[in-house]
């Protein structure tokens, strides 16, 4: 039978869209599913300041009443404008195993994108940076943080297929946490602290770091800003990403750097993976998602580092031995054995080189496409 395509305008069919996934990952022992509540939050006009400045169009595939798979399509005004790219982005793309599947979704976005004047179609990209991004091309047996993306191994063959051709990757990495902090480490970080004045944020709740978290976001638009894909947050963005996320970090795990001035130059936010708890709570905290996430933090057996940034002007300077320090210590004192890296373009040697001083291991790799309209 064939495939019909339908648009998302009700609340009950984005709930179908954020569902879906749950039904085709079943089975799939890497796949980490979004909370639904987020994720309905995220897709919600009314909630997500996005939405100013992002044109979107979500899209069902269905065969026989049932749904075979999902897109979303995504204008960012503010990325055309800041990058000149007439590009639009696909994203929240899941499907079946099925290429005629996989052709009517994308013909579907594609065509609106042609219509709203765009030249070209990237992604899987949302509406910023910090969305899961990207088709996972290695590390299919390999678990994610619980911010990364996951897809079997049928997606980039059937996007190649499409005419879809690699723009970018991201590298990921495990890594072994040492028996002590690294003497290299420690002896950059005096060297560092004592040259420029520095010092690192004594913080054990959240609440003493939430005064700086304006200002780890105004530097996160600094050091991004040249990255790929990267669109500078709006000041209500700022605000939505700490009343989201920064009110529920670890402060044992979470370092901010700070100059004499108290002006922040550097951080790093990791947290204690979370990506089986949320296996097991199936998208919602109750009733009992909130326990598993809970015994997640309480006993972790793995960090997730999510997200670092340093000042441009600060950067190469071995700032980052000041928070890498700290988290070392931090987890060796809990008895973690290794971490995940979050996805890092594969050009940006400067992060890369700060998990040259452990033992590591690249093992998962994500790939951002692209294809003329």
Same mark, same amino acid.
């Given at each position: 039978?064939?495939?019909?395509? #339908?648009?998302? #305008?009700?609340?009950?069919?984005?709930?179908?869209?954020?569902r879906?996934?749950?039904?085709?990952?079943?089975n799939h022992?890497?796949?980490?599913?979004?909370?639904?509540?987020g994720?309905?939050?995220?897709?919600? #006009?009314?909630?997500? @300041?996005a939405f100013? !400045?992002?044109?979107?169009?979500?899209? +069902?595939a269905y065969?026989?009443?049932?749904?075979?798979?999902?897109?979303a399509?995504?204008?960012? !005004?503010?990325?055309?404008?800041? =990058?000149?790219?007439?590009?639009?982005?696909?994203? =929240?793309?899941?499907?079946i195993d099925?290429r005629?599947v996989?052709?009517? /979704?994308?013909?579907?976005?594609?065509? =609106?994108a042609?219509?709203q004047?765009?030249?070209r179609?990237?992604g899987?990209?949302?509406?910023?940076?910090?969305e899961? $991004?990207?088709?996972?091309? %290695?590390?299919?047996?390999?678990m @994610?943080?619980f911010a990364?993306?996951y897809? @079997?191994?049928?997606?980039p063959?059937?996007?190649?297929?499409?005419?879809?051709?690699?723009?970018?990757?991201? +590298? &990921?990495?495990? /890594?072994?946490? @040492? &028996?002590?902090?690294?003497e290299k480490?420690i002896?950059?970080?005096?060297?560092v602290r004592?040259?420029?004045?520095?010092? +690192?944020?004594?913080? *054990?709740?959240?609440?003493?770091?939430?005064?700086?978290?304006?200002?780890?976001?105004?530097?996160l638009?600094s050091?991004?800003?040249?990255l790929?894909?990267?669109t500078?947050?709006?000041?209500? $963005?700022i605000?939505?990403?700490?009343?989201?996320?920064f009110?529920?970090?670890?402060?044992?795990y979470? *370092?901010?750097?700070?100059?004499?001035d108290n002006?922040?130059?550097?951080? %790093?936010?990791?947290?204690p993976?979370?990506?089986?708890?949320?296996?097991?709570?199936?998208?919602?905290l109750?009733?009992f998602? =909130?326990?598993y996430?809970?015994?997640? /933090?309480?006993?972790?057996?793995r960090?997730?580092?999510?997200?670092?940034?340093?000042?441009p002007?600060?950067?190469?300077?071995?700032v980052?031995?000041?928070?890498m320090?700290?988290?070392?210590?931090?987890?060796i #004192?809990?008895?973690?054995?290794h971490? &995940?890296?979050?996805?890092e /373009?594969?050009?940006?040697?400067?992060? %890369?080189?700060?998990w040259?001083y452990?033992?590591?291991r690249? !093992?998962?790799?994500?790939?951002?496409y692209?294809?003329q309209l």
């Amino acid at each position: 039978m064939a495939i019909e395509i #339908r648009k998302v #305008r009700s609340r009950r069919a984005l709930k179908r869209f954020i569902r879906f996934p749950f039904r085709l990952y079943n089975n799939h022992k890497q796949w980490i599913p979004p909370l639904i509540k987020g994720e309905m939050n995220n897709l919600n #006009r009314k909630s997500n @300041p996005a939405f100013d !400045h992002c044109e979107t169009i979500f899209l +069902l595939a269905y065969r026989d009443g049932k749904v075979v798979g999902r897109i979303a399509g995504i204008i960012n !005004h503010r990325y055309i404008e800041q =990058w000149g790219k007439k590009d639009a982005r696909f994203c =929240w793309f899941d499907a079946i195993d099925d290429r005629e599947v996989f052709y009517t /979704l994308f013909s579907a976005v594609e065509e =609106w994108a042609r219509t709203q004047g765009m030249e070209r179609m990237v992604g899987p990209m949302g509406f910023t940076t910090f969305e899961r $991004q990207g088709i996972l091309v %290695q590390g299919f047996d390999e678990m @994610p943080t619980f911010a990364g993306s996951y897809n @079997p191994p049928y997606y980039p063959e059937y996007l190649e297929l499409q005419g879809y051709e690699k723009e970018i990757e991201y +590298l &990921e990495y495990e /890594l072994t946490v @040492p &028996e002590q902090v690294p003497e290299k480490i420690i002896k950059i970080s005096n060297i560092v602290r004592e040259r420029y004045g520095l010092r +690192l944020l004594k913080a *054990s709740t959240t609440r003493e770091m939430l005064p700086y978290a304006d200002q780890v976001f105004r530097l996160l638009n600094s050091a991004y800003k040249p990255l790929y894909g990267f669109t500078e947050l709006t000041e209500k $963005q700022i605000a939505y990403f700490v009343n989201r996320y920064f009110k529920v970090i670890k402060p044992e795990y979470t *370092s901010i750097v700070l100059d004499r001035d108290n002006r922040v130059l550097g951080f %790093q936010i990791s947290m204690p993976s979370l990506s089986k708890a949320l296996q097991k709570a199936r998208g919602r905290l109750f009733p009992f998602g =909130w326990f598993y996430v809970m015994m997640a /933090l309480k006993k972790p057996e793995r960090l997730d580092t999510l997200l670092t940034g340093v000042l441009p002007e600060y950067q190469s300077k071995g700032v980052n031995a000041l928070y890498m320090s700290a988290l070392t210590a931090a987890a060796i #004192r809990n008895g973690i054995k290794h971490a &995940e890296s979050n996805g890092e /373009l594969e050009e940006n040697i400067k992060v %890369q080189n700060t998990w040259r001083y452990f033992q590591s291991r690249q !093992h998962r790799r994500s790939r951002i496409y692209a294809r003329q309209l």
